[in-house]
Protein backbone atom coordinates (compact mmCIF):
# COMPACT_ATOMS: atom_id res chain seq x y z
CA UNK A 1 0.00 0.00 0.00
CA UNK A 2 2.09 2.95 -1.50
CA UNK A 3 -0.38 5.47 -1.27
CA UNK A 4 -2.59 6.82 1.49
CA UNK A 5 -5.03 9.91 1.06
CA UNK A 6 -6.81 11.43 3.62
CA UNK A 7 -10.46 10.45 1.47
CA UNK A 8 -10.69 8.28 -1.40
CA UNK A 9 -13.89 9.01 -3.86
CA UNK A 10 -14.79 6.39 -6.29
CA UNK A 11 -16.77 7.97 -9.15
CA UNK A 12 -16.02 11.23 -10.93
CA UNK A 13 -19.48 12.25 -11.69
CA UNK A 14 -20.58 15.75 -10.93
CA UNK A 15 -20.62 14.60 -7.10
CA UNK A 16 -17.66 13.27 -7.06
CA UNK A 17 -16.42 16.03 -8.31
CA UNK A 18 -17.84 18.30 -6.05
CA UNK A 19 -16.78 15.83 -3.28
CA UNK A 20 -13.17 16.48 -4.68
CA UNK A 21 -13.80 20.03 -4.24
CA UNK A 22 -14.65 20.14 -0.71
CA UNK A 23 -11.94 18.18 0.29
CA UNK A 24 -9.68 20.51 -0.94
CA UNK A 25 -11.63 23.08 0.39
CA UNK A 26 -10.97 21.88 3.90
CA UNK A 27 -7.21 20.70 3.67
CA UNK A 28 -7.98 16.87 2.63
CA UNK A 29 -5.55 15.04 0.39
CA UNK A 30 -8.19 13.33 -1.53
CA UNK A 31 -7.87 10.85 -5.04
CA UNK A 32 -11.18 10.23 -7.39
CA UNK A 33 -11.56 6.89 -8.60
CA UNK A 34 -13.71 7.05 -11.93
CA UNK A 35 -13.75 3.51 -13.67
CA UNK A 36 -14.59 4.98 -17.06
CA UNK A 37 -14.43 8.82 -18.47
CA UNK A 38 -14.58 12.09 -16.33
CA UNK A 39 -18.67 12.31 -15.75
CA UNK A 40 -18.81 9.23 -17.63
CA UNK A 41 -22.43 9.02 -17.25
CA UNK A 42 -23.31 11.98 -18.25
CA UNK A 43 -20.46 10.87 -21.64
CA UNK A 44 -23.01 7.91 -22.68
CA UNK A 45 -26.55 10.10 -22.41
CA UNK A 46 -27.65 10.76 -25.88
CA UNK A 47 -26.05 12.56 -28.39
CA UNK A 48 -28.68 15.20 -28.34
CA UNK A 49 -29.76 15.36 -24.75
CA UNK A 50 -30.81 18.54 -23.52
CA UNK A 51 -30.72 18.96 -19.38
CA UNK A 52 -33.90 19.80 -17.87
CA UNK A 53 -32.52 21.89 -15.34
CA UNK A 54 -31.28 25.56 -16.32
CA UNK A 55 -27.59 25.80 -15.94
CA UNK A 56 -27.39 27.54 -12.82
CA UNK A 57 -29.23 24.70 -10.83
CA UNK A 58 -25.79 22.02 -12.20
CA UNK A 59 -23.39 24.46 -10.69
CA UNK A 60 -20.82 23.41 -8.50
CA UNK A 61 -17.30 24.97 -7.23
CA UNK A 62 -18.62 28.59 -7.56
CA UNK A 63 -17.36 28.08 -11.47
CA UNK A 64 -19.86 29.67 -13.92
CA UNK A 65 -21.91 27.30 -16.16
CA UNK A 66 -22.50 29.45 -19.08
CA UNK A 67 -25.18 27.49 -22.19
CA UNK A 68 -26.05 28.86 -25.24
CA UNK A 69 -29.72 28.16 -24.70
CA UNK A 70 -31.98 28.21 -21.43
CA UNK A 71 -30.88 24.59 -20.86
CA UNK A 72 -27.74 23.19 -21.07
CA UNK A 73 -26.70 20.87 -23.79
CA UNK A 74 -24.81 17.20 -23.09
CA UNK A 75 -21.81 18.77 -25.18
CA UNK A 76 -22.03 21.89 -23.00
CA UNK A 77 -21.87 19.86 -19.64
CA UNK A 78 -19.28 18.20 -20.63
CA UNK A 79 -16.84 20.76 -21.04
CA UNK A 80 -18.03 22.74 -17.77
CA UNK A 81 -17.35 19.47 -15.80
CA UNK A 82 -13.76 19.52 -17.55
CA UNK A 83 -13.12 23.22 -16.37
CA UNK A 84 -14.54 22.46 -13.28
CA UNK A 85 -12.00 20.12 -12.46
CA UNK A 86 -9.04 21.83 -14.37
CA UNK A 87 -9.99 24.89 -11.92
CA UNK A 88 -9.71 23.08 -9.09
CA UNK A 89 -7.10 20.90 -10.01
CA UNK A 90 -8.88 17.98 -8.58
CA UNK A 91 -6.66 14.44 -8.47
CA UNK A 92 -8.87 11.98 -10.39
CA UNK A 93 -7.78 9.08 -11.88
CA UNK A 94 -9.99 7.67 -14.93
CA UNK A 95 -10.18 4.18 -16.31
CA UNK A 96 -9.25 2.33 -13.25
CA UNK A 97 -11.74 0.36 -11.53
CA UNK A 98 -12.52 -0.43 -8.08
CA UNK A 99 -12.40 -4.30 -6.97
CA UNK A 100 -12.62 -4.18 -3.34
CA UNK A 101 -12.55 -1.83 0.13
CA UNK A 102 -11.22 -3.60 3.26
CA UNK A 103 -10.66 -2.13 6.86
CA UNK A 104 -7.42 -2.80 8.28
CA UNK A 105 -7.07 -1.78 11.89
CA UNK A 106 -8.13 1.99 11.47
CA UNK A 107 -7.79 2.22 7.67
CA UNK A 108 -9.47 1.32 4.72
CA UNK A 109 -7.41 -0.21 2.02
CA UNK A 110 -8.54 0.70 -1.74
CA UNK A 111 -7.95 -2.10 -4.06
CA UNK A 112 -8.06 -1.31 -8.05
CA UNK A 113 -7.12 -3.24 -11.58
CA UNK A 114 -4.13 -1.00 -11.11
CA UNK A 115 -3.11 -0.27 -7.27
CA UNK A 116 -4.07 -0.49 -3.80
CA UNK A 117 -4.29 2.37 -1.95
CA UNK A 118 -4.82 3.74 1.88
CA UNK A 119 -7.38 5.81 2.90
CA UNK A 120 -9.09 6.84 5.74
CA UNK A 121 -12.53 7.56 4.65
CA UNK A 122 -14.04 6.64 1.69
CA UNK A 123 -17.47 7.68 -0.76
CA UNK A 124 -19.15 6.45 -2.87
CA UNK A 125 -20.78 8.03 -5.36
CA UNK A 126 -20.83 5.77 -8.08
CA UNK A 127 -24.75 6.41 -9.40
CA UNK A 128 -26.76 4.36 -11.12
CA UNK A 129 -26.80 4.24 -14.99
CA UNK A 130 -24.00 1.65 -15.47
CA UNK A 131 -26.79 -1.36 -14.15
CA UNK A 132 -30.44 -1.21 -16.52
CA UNK A 133 -33.42 -2.93 -15.00
CA UNK A 134 -33.87 -6.20 -17.63
CA UNK A 135 -36.84 -7.20 -18.78
CA UNK A 136 -35.75 -11.22 -17.99
CA UNK A 137 -37.53 -12.24 -21.23
CA UNK A 138 -36.75 -14.35 -23.69
CA UNK A 139 -34.20 -12.41 -26.44
CA UNK A 140 -33.40 -9.19 -24.05
CA UNK A 141 -29.25 -10.58 -24.77
CA UNK A 142 -29.78 -10.54 -29.04
CA UNK A 143 -27.55 -7.54 -29.47
CA UNK A 144 -30.96 -5.71 -31.61
CA UNK A 145 -32.12 -5.08 -27.78
CA UNK A 146 -30.39 -1.90 -26.41
CA UNK A 147 -30.66 -0.53 -23.05
CA UNK A 148 -28.79 2.84 -23.79
CA UNK A 149 -29.56 4.96 -26.54
CA UNK A 150 -26.63 7.38 -28.23
CA UNK A 151 -28.07 8.92 -31.51
CA UNK A 152 -30.73 8.27 -34.23
CA UNK A 153 -29.05 8.36 -37.20
CA UNK A 154 -28.35 4.32 -37.17
CA UNK A 155 -31.51 3.13 -37.09
CA UNK A 156 -33.25 5.29 -40.08
CA UNK A 157 -36.07 3.22 -42.08
CA UNK A 158 -35.93 0.56 -39.22
CA UNK A 159 -38.91 -1.10 -37.38
CA UNK A 160 -38.10 0.20 -33.90
CA UNK A 161 -39.93 -1.12 -30.56
CA UNK A 162 -39.59 1.35 -27.94
CA UNK A 163 -40.34 0.32 -24.16
CA UNK A 164 -41.23 3.08 -21.22
CA UNK A 165 -42.87 6.02 -21.26
CA UNK A 166 -40.81 8.27 -19.06
CA UNK A 167 -38.13 10.81 -20.46
CA UNK A 168 -35.67 8.36 -21.89
CA UNK A 169 -38.14 6.80 -23.94
CA UNK A 170 -40.07 9.89 -25.39
CA UNK A 171 -36.82 11.06 -26.30
CA UNK A 172 -35.74 7.94 -28.20
CA UNK A 173 -39.12 7.49 -29.69
CA UNK A 174 -39.44 11.28 -31.16
CA UNK A 175 -35.51 11.47 -31.83
CA UNK A 176 -35.83 7.96 -34.16
CA UNK A 177 -39.05 9.24 -35.27
CA UNK A 178 -38.06 12.34 -37.30
CA UNK A 179 -35.20 10.20 -38.82
CA UNK A 180 -37.83 8.39 -40.74
CA UNK A 181 -37.77 5.30 -38.39
CA UNK A 182 -40.96 3.51 -37.88
CA UNK A 183 -41.45 3.59 -33.98
CA UNK A 184 -43.87 1.70 -31.89
CA UNK A 185 -44.40 2.77 -27.86
CA UNK A 186 -44.99 -0.05 -25.38
CA UNK A 187 -45.99 1.31 -22.36
CA UNK A 188 -47.17 -0.91 -18.87
CA UNK A 189 -49.15 2.12 -17.64
CA UNK A 190 -52.53 3.56 -19.16
CA UNK A 191 -50.25 6.82 -19.71
CA UNK A 192 -46.93 8.12 -20.05
CA UNK A 193 -45.38 8.92 -16.97
CA UNK A 194 -46.50 12.90 -14.97
CA UNK A 195 -42.68 13.49 -14.95
CA UNK A 196 -41.88 14.01 -18.78
CA UNK A 197 -40.25 17.10 -19.54
CA UNK A 198 -42.80 19.71 -20.20
CA UNK A 199 -41.70 21.34 -23.39
CA UNK A 200 -41.65 17.12 -24.40
CA UNK A 201 -45.12 16.37 -23.56
CA UNK A 202 -47.03 18.25 -25.91
CA UNK A 203 -45.37 16.67 -29.06
CA UNK A 204 -45.05 12.81 -27.62
CA UNK A 205 -48.97 13.26 -27.29
CA UNK A 206 -49.68 14.89 -30.58
CA UNK A 207 -47.91 12.32 -32.36
CA UNK A 208 -49.13 9.41 -30.97
CA UNK A 209 -52.82 10.67 -31.12
CA UNK A 210 -51.96 11.26 -35.24
CA UNK A 211 -50.81 8.14 -35.31
CA UNK A 212 -47.43 8.99 -36.40
CA UNK A 213 -45.83 7.26 -33.63
CA UNK A 214 -47.86 4.00 -32.73
CA UNK A 215 -48.19 3.17 -28.85
CA UNK A 216 -49.51 0.33 -26.75
CA UNK A 217 -50.68 1.38 -23.36
CA UNK A 218 -50.79 -1.02 -20.23
CA UNK A 219 -49.04 -3.23 -22.41
CA UNK A 220 -45.40 -5.52 -22.02
CA UNK A 221 -42.90 -6.57 -24.60
CA UNK A 222 -43.44 -10.61 -23.64
CA UNK A 223 -40.79 -12.07 -26.13
CA UNK A 224 -37.98 -10.98 -28.69
CA UNK A 225 -36.71 -12.65 -31.62
CA UNK A 226 -34.56 -11.50 -34.42
CA UNK A 227 -36.76 -10.01 -36.80
CA UNK A 228 -40.40 -10.10 -34.73
CA UNK A 229 -41.27 -9.32 -31.09
CA UNK A 230 -44.18 -9.72 -29.38
CA UNK A 231 -46.52 -7.85 -27.63
CA UNK A 232 -48.68 -8.31 -24.02
CA UNK A 233 -51.71 -5.96 -24.93
CA UNK A 234 -55.25 -5.71 -23.48
CA UNK A 235 -56.73 -7.23 -26.39
CA UNK A 236 -54.02 -10.28 -26.48
CA UNK A 237 -50.67 -11.17 -27.91
CA UNK A 238 -49.78 -8.58 -30.93
CA UNK A 239 -46.46 -9.82 -32.98
CA UNK A 240 -44.99 -7.18 -34.69
CA UNK A 241 -41.81 -7.28 -37.41
CA UNK A 242 -38.72 -5.46 -35.50
CA UNK A 243 -35.17 -4.73 -36.22
CA UNK A 244 -34.36 -3.07 -32.70
CA UNK A 245 -35.95 -2.75 -29.47
CA UNK A 246 -34.94 0.48 -26.84
CA UNK A 247 -35.37 -0.81 -23.44
CA UNK A 248 -35.61 2.37 -21.76
CA UNK A 249 -36.73 0.67 -18.21
CA UNK A 250 -34.78 2.35 -16.08
CA UNK A 251 -31.10 1.78 -14.41
CA UNK A 252 -30.07 0.78 -10.37
CA UNK A 253 -26.99 1.51 -8.18
CA UNK A 254 -24.74 -1.35 -8.62
CA UNK A 255 -26.07 -3.64 -5.38
CA UNK A 256 -23.62 -6.13 -5.69
CA UNK A 257 -20.43 -3.66 -5.24
CA UNK A 258 -22.08 -1.95 -2.38
CA UNK A 259 -22.61 -5.28 -0.50
CA UNK A 260 -18.96 -6.32 -1.46
CA UNK A 261 -18.09 -3.53 0.57
CA UNK A 262 -20.33 -4.25 3.65
CA UNK A 263 -22.66 -1.56 2.96
CA UNK A 264 -26.31 -2.83 4.44
CA UNK A 265 -29.23 -2.98 1.63
CA UNK A 266 -32.94 -2.27 3.19
CA UNK A 267 -35.70 -4.76 1.80
CA UNK A 268 -37.14 -1.90 -0.15
CA UNK A 269 -33.61 -2.21 -1.99
CA UNK A 270 -31.95 1.04 -0.66
CA UNK A 271 -28.67 1.19 0.71
CA UNK A 272 -28.70 2.41 4.40
CA UNK A 273 -26.91 5.21 5.77
CA UNK A 274 -27.56 8.03 8.18
CA UNK A 275 -29.58 10.87 6.05
CA UNK A 276 -27.98 14.06 8.27
CA UNK A 277 -24.13 12.88 7.80
CA UNK A 278 -24.88 10.44 4.75
CA UNK A 279 -21.98 7.56 6.33
CA UNK A 280 -23.09 3.94 5.77
CA UNK A 281 -23.25 1.13 8.34
CA UNK A 282 -19.41 0.82 7.95
CA UNK A 283 -18.16 3.82 9.65
CA UNK A 284 -16.49 6.19 7.45
CA UNK A 285 -17.78 5.35 4.69
CA UNK A 286 -20.06 7.75 3.03
CA UNK A 287 -22.58 7.72 0.27
CA UNK A 288 -23.16 10.71 -2.46
CA UNK A 289 -25.09 11.94 -5.15
CA UNK A 290 -28.25 9.36 -6.57
CA UNK A 291 -26.68 6.02 -5.64
CA UNK A 292 -28.41 6.68 -2.24
CA UNK A 293 -31.91 6.68 -3.84
CA UNK A 294 -31.52 2.64 -4.44
CA UNK A 295 -34.03 1.52 -6.78
CA UNK A 296 -35.89 5.24 -6.56
CA UNK A 297 -33.51 6.76 -9.31
CA UNK A 298 -35.51 9.76 -9.29
CA UNK A 299 -35.15 10.45 -5.68
CA UNK A 300 -31.74 11.95 -6.12
CA UNK A 301 -29.79 14.33 -8.58
CA UNK A 302 -27.74 16.73 -9.93
CA UNK A 303 -29.55 19.92 -8.10
CA UNK A 304 -30.55 17.89 -4.86
CA UNK A 305 -27.22 16.01 -4.41
CA UNK A 306 -24.70 18.81 -4.87
CA UNK A 307 -25.24 19.70 -0.22
CA UNK A 308 -24.38 15.91 -0.02
CA UNK A 309 -20.41 16.92 -0.22
CA UNK A 310 -20.89 19.84 2.56
CA UNK A 311 -22.80 17.18 5.08
CA UNK A 312 -20.21 14.26 4.51
CA UNK A 313 -17.34 16.80 5.36
CA UNK A 314 -18.77 18.40 8.11
CA UNK A 315 -18.78 14.57 9.42
CA UNK A 316 -15.21 13.78 8.78
CA UNK A 317 -14.49 16.92 10.18
CA UNK A 318 -15.94 15.90 13.52
CA UNK A 319 -14.82 12.56 13.60
CA UNK A 320 -11.35 13.98 13.01
CA UNK A 321 -12.01 16.57 16.08
CA UNK A 322 -12.94 13.82 18.15
CA UNK A 323 -9.79 11.87 17.28
CA UNK A 324 -7.42 14.70 17.83
CA UNK A 325 -9.12 15.23 21.05
CA UNK A 326 -9.12 12.18 22.45
CA UNK A 327 -4.77 11.84 21.75
CA UNK A 328 -4.94 15.56 23.50
CA UNK A 329 -6.10 13.80 26.50
Known sequence: MNLKYDVIIIGAGPIGISCGIEAIKRNYTHLIIEKGCLVNSLFHYPTNMVFFSTSERLEIGDVPFVSHGDKPTRREALEYFRRVVNSWKLNVNTYETVLEIEKN????????DKQTYGADNIIIATGFYDKPNLLNIPGETLPKVKHYFDEAHPYVYLNL??????NSAVDVALETYRRGSNVTMVIREDSLKEGVK???RPDI????NEGSIKAFFNSKVVEIRQNEA?????????TLENDFVFAMTGYHPDFSFLKKAG???????????NEETYETNKERVYLAGVVCGGMDTSRYFIENSRSHAEAIFNSIDGKRSQFITAIGK
Open 105 to 112: KNIYKVTT
Open 161 to 166: IVIGGG
Open 198 to 200: YWV
Open 205 to 208: ENRI
Open 230 to 238: DIETPEGIL
Open 263 to 273: IDISKGQCPVF
